[in-house]
């Protein structure tokens, strides 16, 4: 997809002015944080399984290659294949071809956030496929033709009338009268469409949040049961993964799974945990008879070994996002790529590049909630400040603060010149707000007193009259 | 937790930069509070700023320059102590990260580390306080402020000792531990999410009904002070040192005019 975090500015001032969105978000905060901490409330072994699954994980990366070629062997051996691409161009003509050796026409898909990455959907379009989400979420996105705003509830940002308004618009074949005001009639309409989708499909494509290296099963976890209708009826279920989603064993990925869903929607378990190892088999009752495991590198193991490596510990539980004030403020297409949030700022600049993606680890107060709650530990506000070193580094800091900090830095570095300095600043703005004890404007500063008063600093500085009271104590001492 | 503290231990402030310029009046309470904690408290002059804007900008050199500048002033003493999470979390949990790769500065960074402490935490934690001397009738709110909350763990510290102060009742902040939106340089580089994010801090706050708004960290208080006084509440912010050493009579809240009614 066309990336305009470039634009994160002007995605926020709009952002900012639609009622609608902002309603929207209000409403997901308050459901994501109390149903995460009631749900860890009640697991007192939370916090040592956060730090088995960050083991797990840091285990993976060190011995990538070894894991998923292991995979790779057991998914053979039960039949199905394994595509290896390098970038989003390679995963999608694969996908592509995959559909045109199965003769297919409709391609239903389960939710996959890679499958928003490699823009899949509009290349099986252009291809003349029939796409279909059958994610309730992914689904009503797709049908207003834009990107999720969240990784796990990609239609939070709407509103029921929303859904309403894009189903009205969507299903022209239906009575234009009907009621659409309840979500139950939201949801049947929505179900009765996607049966038939189901059942015509040739070939289903869903994500993975796990890979099992020594079974060469791929696992996906939904609530709506969409995603088994997806991998079971077609003929070709095709599994699009990115490969740091490698786990050694299916053990592991129950430690894990113990804190997905508890991270992501507070469930204990999500409703569905699906285990897809190779094709049907001989006397299966059901099944796809080709299965295809596309795994996706594009630019994951170019952060092996860097400072952002932690990084691909991600599980996409969106907990980081549930908990941060600058998303729950603006959304995630204000961040105008596929992955927002805290998550996204760190991962964004690492796929697209920095220069494109620069405000992203900017936009960042560091108020440190995300690395709080994050289930694998990784310390996002550190990989963000690295960004910021790489921006700095390359010149993409913009002038104003370069020189702004540059200068106080300098001055910072001669005590006897930031001491007489503080003081006049002190004196000149303690005189400026004396009266109100507060600042309405001021000069060069209009990003603080546009939105908010300037405290009057009291007069003197703290280091003046720490010197003039330890000089009184010497002369009384000397009385 | 803490070693136990020396008899009568020589403690360096770290008064930080907003606390100079714009509100001493905290840095003499905290001085206050340590001598009664039994404290010696001396003020390196050759401080400045403990280079945390640098450091969150990208620029490492400034930084690292700044912090060695910290370091050699504070080495000397039993104890760094500041009256903000935010640079004390800048300290303790920055400073060694940030020097790791050099060989002299390195092992200093980390030995200042063990010795730095938020004021609040300080008190209670290392020192023992239980309680202060000091009133205050009224109703008060508090805020965590983010690095002290998440980065050196101070949240029960200073609800202890406001339970101690006569006459004070606490009324717990919806959200207290939500960013407030200050963060440092990113309340005027993103003007308009700060902006958003400090108008829910101030909508909560006022829905207490509590009449005094406190905090750990003047960053913080001036942002918060600035959204209450700009959408004309009344009510009154300090920092929290301020009423632990019963100072809040000797000065205006924090943005207001210190010309008193009646």
Redesign the interface.
């Given at each position: 997809m066309e990336s305009t975090s470039h634009a994160f500015?002007d995605n926020?001032?709009e952002a900012?002015r639609d009622e609608r969105l902002q309603r929207a978000l209000g409403k997901m905060k308050v459901g994501f944080q109390g149903n995460r901490r009631r749900a860890i409330e009640r697991l007192p072994e939370f916090e040592a399984l956060r730090d088995e699954g960050r083991a797990i994980k840091d285990h993976v990366l060190e011995h990538l290659d070894f894991y998923l070629e292991r995979f790779e062997s057991r998914v053979v051996e039960a039949g199905g294949h394994v595509h290896w691409c390098r970038t989003a161009a390679e995963a999608r003509e694969t996908i592509a071809r995959i559909c045109r050796d199965a003769g297919a026409r409709t391609v239903t898909k389960g939710k996959s956030m890679v499958a928003e990455e490699i823009a899949i959907n509009d290349h099986l379009e252009r291809e003349g496929f029939e796409p279909i989400e059958t994610d309730l979420g992914e689904y009503i996105i797709q049908l207003r033709r834009e990107p999720p705003s969240h990784i796990i509830a990609p239609a939070v940002h709407l509103s029921k009338e929303d859904v309403a308004e894009a189903f009205y618009a969507a299903h022209r074949d239906l009575d234009p009268e009907r009621s659409l005001v309840e979500p139950t009639a939201l949801i049947s309409e929505a179900r009765a469409m996607l049966r038939q989708k189901f059942q015509q499909a040739d070939v289903g494509i869903t994500g993975a949040n796990f890979l099992i290296a020594e079974t060469g099963s791929t696992v996906i976890v939904t609530n709506e049961g969409n995603g088994d209708l997806t991998q079971t009826l077609p003929r070709v279920h095709v599994v699009l993964a990115s490969l740091e989603k490698v786990v050694p064993t299916l053990e592991d990925a129950s430690t894990i799974l113990r804190l997905l869903a508890r991270s992501a929607t507070g469930q204990e378990f999500s409703a569905y945990t699906t285990f897809s190892t190779g094709p049907r088999r001989p006397g299966d009752p059901d099944g796809p008879q080709e299965f295809h495991v596309v795994l996706l590198d594009n630019g994951r193991t170019a952060m092996l070994g860097t400072e952002f490596q932690e990084m691909l510990r991600c599980i996409r539980c969106g907990a980081c996002m549930n908990h941060c004030?600058?998303y729950a403020?603006?959304g995630g297409h204000a961040y105008g790529w596929v992955y927002p949030g805290p998550m996204g700022a760190v991962l964004t600049p690492s796929l697209i590049g920095v220069d494109a993606a620069g405000h992203l680890p900017?936009?960042?107060?560091?108020?440190?909630?995300c690395?709080?709650v994050c289930p694998m530990r990784i310390p996002l506000p550190k990989m963000m400040?690295h960004?910021?070193?790489?921006?700095?580094?390359a010149g993409l800091?913009p002038a104003t603060?370069?020189w702004g900090?540059?200068f106080?830095?300098w001055?910072?570095?001669r005590?006897g010149l930031?001491?007489l300095g503080?003081r006049l600043?002190?004196g000149l703005l303690g005189r400026l707000g004396?009266?109100?004890?507060?600042l309405?404007r001021l000069p060069l500063?209009g990003?603080?007193t546009?939105?908010?008063?300037?405290?009057?600093?009291?007069g003197?500085?703290?280091?003046?009259?720490?010197?003039e009271r330890r000089e009184s104590a010497r002369r009384e001492d000397a009385r | 937790m803490a070693d136990t503290p020396p008899a009568q231990p020589r403690v360096g402030l770290f008064v930080t930069c907003l606390v100079d310029i714009f509100r001493p009046t905290v840095g003499f309470a905290a001085v206050n509070l340590l001598e009664k904690a039994g404290c010696r408290v001396e003020v390196p002059r050759a401080q400045t700023c403990c280079g945390q804007p640098a450091y969150n900008l990208g620029d490492r050199a400034d930084a690292a320059d700044l912090a060695k500048r910290v370091i050699a002033a504070f080495e000397g003493f039993d104890y760094v102590v500041a009256p903000s999470g935010s640079c004390a979390g800048m300290i303790k949990e920055h400073y060694a990260e940030l020097l790791k790769d050099d060989p002299d500065w390195g092992p200093r960074a980390h030995r200042l580390r063990h010795r730095t402490w938020e004021l609040v935490s300080f008190l209670v934690d290392v020192m023992g306080m239980e309680r202060v001397e000091a009133a205050y009738q009224g109703t008060v709110t508090y805020h965590d402020s983010c690095s002290g909350l998440r980065e050196l763990g101070v949240r029960e510290q200073p609800r202890r000792l406001l339970g101690t102060v006569g006459g004070l009742s606490l009324r717990e902040l919806p959200d207290a531990e939500v960013c407030c939106g200050f963060g440092g340089t990113f309340c005027v580089k993103y003007p308009e999410i700060s902006n958003r994010m400090v108008e829910d801090k101030a909508e909560k706050i006022e829905a207490t009904g509590a009449d005094m708004l406190l905090a750990g960290d003047m960053g913080c208080l001036l942002n918060m002070a600035g959204k209450l006084k700009r959408r004309g509440s009344r009510v009154q912010v300090r920092h929290v040192a301020e009423v632990l050493a019963g100072v809040a009579g000797e000065a205006a809240p924090i943005g207001e005019a210190a010309v008193r009614k009646g």
């Open positions: 500015k926020v001032h900012l004030p600058v403020s603006v900017n936009a960042s107060t560091f108020c440190g909630r690395e709080s400040r960004w910021r070193e790489k921006e700095y580094a800091t603060q370069r900090l540059g106080w830095a001055f910072a570095r005590p930031y001491h503080t600043a002190a004396r009266r109100q004890g507060r309405r500063a990003g603080w546009d939105w908010r008063d300037m405290p009057a600093p009291e003197r500085t703290f280091q003046q009259l720490w010197a | -």
